[in-house]
């Protein structure tokens, strides 16, 4: 079955200094993997998105985020955080089974300090 | 493009009161989902749809939940009656559909702003 860890609720970092949001992921194939964003009050944005084209993926606003099969990991990194970073993060999985499922992590909620 | 539409944007009932929620999706995304996401968690697939059929209700609390896509465009989802811990936002997002996985590329899930539902 497919799942998604995210293995810290909140994680606080200073306004410069690098973002690591941690993802792990369960999949019995290939998965799908993604990052999406969840500002306060907005609707989800995707940052980012894994489909074996290349394990080093790069999204919107500077974040990236690596795929690890060894580690059957996919976490999130920002070299300099930005006060306007601070959000919800969730990594998500998909599967296809005659249609497309996504299945959400429980999110990571990123404090930047000024 | 415009995105997908939700409304309202804020619900405020008492509990044992009805409220329904609308969807609007992205032209030509023939997939719509509602999820449902409670504070601190993260979002719950409640129904699927595929224009018009049901994919996947298996988490749809149906003594209480409904919803609907009649024309296969628009999407209506309904509790009655609420309780407390329906509070959550209400999310309904929309895909391309695909009878067999898409071009990587094309694999996007697409959010609409949600719907904030408090039950007092």
């Known amino acids: 079955a497919q799942s998604v860890t995210q293995l810290d609720s909140h994680v606080s970092v200073s306004e410069g200094t690098p973002v690591l949001l941690r993802c792990n992921y369960s999949?019995?194939?290939?998965?799908?993997l993604f990052w999406y964003v969840q500002h306060p009050n907005k609707g989800l944005q995707l940052l980012l998105k894994y489909t074996s084209a290349a394990t080093l993926v790069k999204g919107i606003n500077g974040f990236e985020a690596e795929f690890k099969k060894s580690e059957t990991s996919f976490h999130l990194t920002k070299p300099s955080a930005h006060m306007s970073d601070a959000a919800e993060y969730f990594c998500?999985?998909?599967?296809?089974?005659?249609?497309?499922?996504?299945?959400f992590g429980t999110g990571t909620r990123l404090k930047v300090l000024a | 493009e415009a995105g997908v539409a939700q409304s309202p944007r804020y619900k405020i009932i008492e509990k044992r009161q009805s409220v329904a929620f609308w969807c609007n999706p992205i032209?030509?995304?023939?997939?719509l989902y509602w999820y449902q996401q409670i504070l601190g968690q993260g979002p719950k697939l409640l129904i699927q749809f595929q224009n018009n059929g049901v994919v996947d209700d298996s988490q749809l609390p149906k003594d209480r939940f409904s919803a609907e896509r009649l024309k296969g465009v628009d999407s209506t989802l309904k509790i009655q009656p609420a309780k407390l811990e329906d509070s959550a936002v209400y999310l309904c997002a929309s895909s391309l559909v695909a009878a067999r996985p898409l071009a990587p590329t094309n694999e996007k899930l697409f959010f609409g702003s949600g719907t904030q539902l408090s039950v007092l």
């Open positions: 032209s030509g995304h023939a997939t």
């Open positions: 998500v999985v998909s599967l296809f089974s005659g249609t497309y499922k996504y299945i």
């Open positions: 999949s019995s194939y290939s998965p799908s």
